[in-house]
């Protein structure tokens, strides 16, 4: 029997790359989406960096001793490295490549800031939670994650509630109460509860709004992901916001919230979203030091 040949595959060139990079704008239709849904998915726009990005992914948790905290990655709880894009001049050059540059001005402004980076191996599921817990009014934050191996939906792809990121919303509200509880209320595994699943190959870029609930179900011992996290810039009256916001990193046992390797590289470009986190750090130090004096190893997440 004779197939139909397959139109949908060919040779990826460098023009195409180019066009990737350079070319690529956001539709109307996907930012009210994003507005609306809370998350937004781009298959394969990263797909001509993907090899580079997880030869990097995997030398930086070579340097750090191939797991948590300096030692090896033993499968049983998820290792974390923050800041982690920071430790590459590969990864840390993802916040001057054009897609992402185009992504976050169109979200969240020409003068967004870069909230830093985590990057992992997960261990297990995720249960069903938000990164934050922000106002209309507040600034926005957004998280773009980057999956570094396939994942189908019994195997650790991220999956998001759409709508859930409207705090002060009754159904958004609602949810925050009783996500947790899936099983007591509904009678339900997370993993049934009403979800978009991101099966993702690797290249592919998945973002959402940090107040959108996610969760991942049946992942391995070793899922490997990084993301980057971007917000608006803070107004002069909420800088205060801004520096609890950064005193939240003192978990992680970190003194400045970018590492040496953002800095010493960064372009004129680059720096407009370094900026205002920079001159806003500068109590991080010590409550590091606190959190060392109480903690057994910096958090996991
Ligand atoms: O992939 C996962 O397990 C969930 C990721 C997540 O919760 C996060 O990055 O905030």
Same mark, same amino acid.
């Given at each position: 029997?004779?197939?139909?040949?397959?139109?949908?595959?060919?040779? *990826?060139?460098?023009?195409?790359?180019?066009?990737?990079?350079? =070319? /690529?704008?956001?539709?109307? &239709?996907?930012? %009210? $989406?994003?507005?609306?849904?809370?998350?937004?998915?781009?298959?394969?726009?990263?797909?001509?960096?993907?090899?580079?990005?997880?030869?990097?992914?995997?030398?930086?948790?070579?340097?750090?001793?191939?797991?948590?905290?300096?030692?090896?990655?033993?499968?049983?709880?998820?290792?974390?490295?923050?800041?982690?894009?920071?430790?590459?001049?590969?990864?840390?050059?993802?916040?001057?490549?054009?897609? *992402?540059?185009?992504?976050?001005?169109?979200?969240?402004?020409? =003068? /967004?800031?870069?909230?830093? &980076?985590?990057? %992992? $191996?997960?261990?297990?599921?995720?249960?069903?939670?938000?990164?934050?817990?922000?106002?209309?009014?507040?600034?926005?934050?957004?998280?773009?994650?980057?999956?570094?191996?396939?994942?189908?939906?019994?195997?650790?792809?991220?999956?998001?509630?759409?709508?859930?990121?409207?705090?002060?919303?009754?159904?958004?509200?609602?949810?925050?109460?009783?996500?947790?509880?899936?099983?007591?209320?509904?009678?339900?595994?997370?993993?049934?509860?009403?979800?978009?699943?991101?099966?993702?190959?690797?290249?592919?870029?998945?973002?959402?709004?940090?107040?959108?609930?996610?969760?991942?179900?049946?992942?391995?011992?070793?899922?490997?992901?990084?993301?980057?996290?971007?917000?608006?810039?803070?107004?002069?009256?909420?800088?205060?916001?801004?520096?609890?916001?950064?005193?939240?990193?003192?978990?992680?046992?970190?003194?400045?919230?970018?590492?040496?390797?953002?800095?010493?590289?960064?372009?004129?470009?680059?720096?407009?979203?370094?900026?205002?986190?920079?001159?806003?750090?500068?109590?991080?130090?010590?409550?590091?030091?606190?959190?060392?004096?109480?903690?057994?190893?910096?958090?996991?997440?």
């Amino acid at each position: 029997m004779l197939r139909e040949p397959d139109v949908s595959f060919r040779c *990826i060139t460098l023009e195409d790359v180019e066009m990737n990079q350079h =070319d /690529f704008t956001m539709t109307d &239709s996907e930012i %009210n $989406f994003f507005k609306t849904f809370g998350y937004l998915s781009f298959p394969q726009l990263m797909a001509d960096r993907i090899t580079a990005i997880q030869d990097a992914f995997e030398a930086v948790w070579d340097e750090r001793g191939g797991g948590h905290d300096g030692k090896p990655h033993e499968g049983t709880a998820r290792s974390c490295i923050v800041p982690f894009i920071d430790q590459s001049e590969e990864l840390s050059s993802l916040l001057d490549d054009p897609r *992402i540059l185009t992504i976050a001005k169109t979200l969240l402004g020409d =003068d /967004f800031n870069y909230m830093g &980076s985590d990057g %992992n $191996f997960y261990v297990g599921d995720t249960g069903w939670h938000s990164d934050g817990g922000h106002k209309l009014e507040d600034p926005m934050h957004i998280k773009i994650a980057f999956y570094l191996d396939p994942l189908t939906r019994d195997t650790g792809a991220l999956r998001v509630i759409p709508g859930s990121h409207l705090f002060g919303d009754n159904y958004a509200d609602a949810l925050s109460q009783q996500v947790g509880k899936s099983q007591e209320l509904w009678e339900m595994h997370g993993k049934d509860v009403p979800a978009t699943i991101f099966e993702t190959t690797p290249g592919d870029l998945v973002l959402f709004n940090h107040n959108t609930k996610h969760a991942a179900f049946g992942g391995g011992t070793h899922r490997r992901m990084f993301t980057m996290n971007l917000c608006q810039r803070y107004p002069d009256d909420k800088i205060d916001a801004l520096q609890a916001y950064i005193a939240g990193s003192a978990r992680f046992w970190i003194d400045r919230k970018y590492g040496e390797k953002m800095i010493r590289t960064a372009t004129s470009e680059r720096w407009i979203h370094l900026e205002q986190v920079r001159a806003n750090d500068g109590h991080l130090a010590e409550l590091s030091r606190q959190a060392r004096e109480r903690m057994s190893e910096p958090s996991r997440g």
